[in-house]
């Protein structure tokens, strides 16, 4: 749908041209000013903005010299390291999400009896407020599931006796709401997309007593409802290696600005969604899994190491995929030698891709993990490169019959937990606006009269 009153395209050529005839900006300046692009370090680590007690990212060592030494990745949830959850999860047969919301929100393991409480309370927010499906979502539906979630999230301020409260009771209120309610929202948002804009049958299940959040969606999502244990724990596995990743990813640092302000919990959510939603940040998975369909295509033999390499080139010299020179599910902005999420995906994943008779491109990505790193570095040199959580998530998700629609979504409501964690700390401890500065490049000017322009 096109502007209203800027509707053709000799409009908008106007328009662009005069833009790009007053304004450029040479990135060249930015070594010579000192200015951190992008809130990087001319190393590529990231400028230290603050603190945190939620969150540590392990990428890399340095040495006394300050350089960046490789070193096999850890993701560690309040000190906890993730393959120690992920291990007691597979060991004792249990879902870890609603635990991993609680260490991630209160700082600590819950007891049994706290568990059960807090997925007491959780299971209680799974259903939305009356009214909420048809006046918020039904009657202003989205062909993007993310941009529904993010207005739903807004709309949930209207249902809220104190939504501008920044208490900490109130805080953990609105955050338990939140991440009870998103999997809801987005189950119904994919159910009215399906009928507005797919013509599909659409089908909408009332939440189930006693299910996890993971089987809440598989339950929900399903037309029948029905799931097996194996699939529910794998996507449990999923919400949980996504719960949080540091204060400085890029959602979490959105959250984190909109906090320092003091504005609302669901205007500060709403925009770690957005953030989310861009394909640099959440949307890459979905990037492999078309990629993947490319491979797939023009691989014969999947475990033909030349084969695949041969093709891993095309995509690096925009030869091949969508020419852009990327090789996606490759690389990350901390991780090195590996990214621990998608080690842990890897190895949950494979019995399930031999059973869904999906072996095939398991292996596919499993060469690339493989392969990628080598041919890299014999194209472009220099950066260590492993596989990154993308490279297998989607895939997962496809595994379990789950439309590309929600691949997105489904990352962001693994986050809200780490979002709402680096909320109530950026509120209840930094206590100051966040407020970076930009280098004015632009010239004094004259002001001239509207009959003096030419």
Known sequence: ???????????????????????????????????????????????????????????????????????????????????????????????????????????????????????????????????????????????????????????????????????????????????????????????????????????????????STAEHILSTYRADQKFTREEAKLLDLCLVVHADHGGGNNSAFACRVLSSSGTDSYSAISAAIGSLKGPRHGGANLKVMQQLDCLDKAIQNPLDDGEVAAFLRKLLRKEAGDKTGLIYGMGHAIYTLSDPRAVVLRQKAESMAWEKGMERQFQLLRQVERLAPQVFAEEK?????????????????????????????????????????HRIEEVVFANRIIRPAYKYLGQNETYKSLEDRI
């Open 381 to 421: 040199g220099g950066k260590v490169i492993c596989a990154n959580v993308d490279l297998y998530s989607g895939f997962i998700y496809h595994m379990l019959g789950i439309s590309q629609d929600l691949f997105t979504p489904l990352f962001a409501i693994s986050r809200i937990p780490g979002w709402c964690a």
């Open 1 to 211: 749908m096109s502007v209203q009153g800027v509707n053709n395209q000799a409009d908008m050529e106007f328009l662009c041209g005069e833009y790009l005839k007053n304004n450029h900006i040479d990135l060249g300046l930015c070594k010579q000013l000192g200015v951190k692009r992008g809130l990087r370090n001319p190393d590529g680590t990231g400028v230290l903005a603050g603190l945190t007690n939620i969150c540590d990212v392990v990428g890399y060592e340095k040495n006394e010299a300050g350089e960046k030494i490789p070193a096999h990745g850890r993701l560690i949830y309040r000190g906890i390291d993730l393959q120690d959850l992920v291990k007691e999860a597979y060991e004792k047969d249990r879902f870890l999400f609603e635990e991993v919301s609680w260490l991630l929100l209160f700082g600590s393991l819950p007891s049994k009896e706290q568990l059960e409480h807090f997925q007491a309370v959780l299971e209680k927010h799974h259903n939305l407020p009356e009214g909420f499906v048809e006046g918020a979502i039904m009657r202003m539906p989205s062909p993007s599931i993310m941009n529904q979630m993010a207005r739903s999230v807004l709309g949930l301020y209207s249902y809220d006796e104190n939504p501008d409260d920044i208490s900490l009771e109130n805080l953990m209120q609105q955050s338990v709401t939140l991440i009870a309610s998103l999997p809801t929202i987005m189950v119904n948002a994919y159910q009215v997309k399906r009928r507005i804009y797919d013509k599909k049958s659409t089908f909408f299940h009332i939440p189930t007593a006693g299910q």
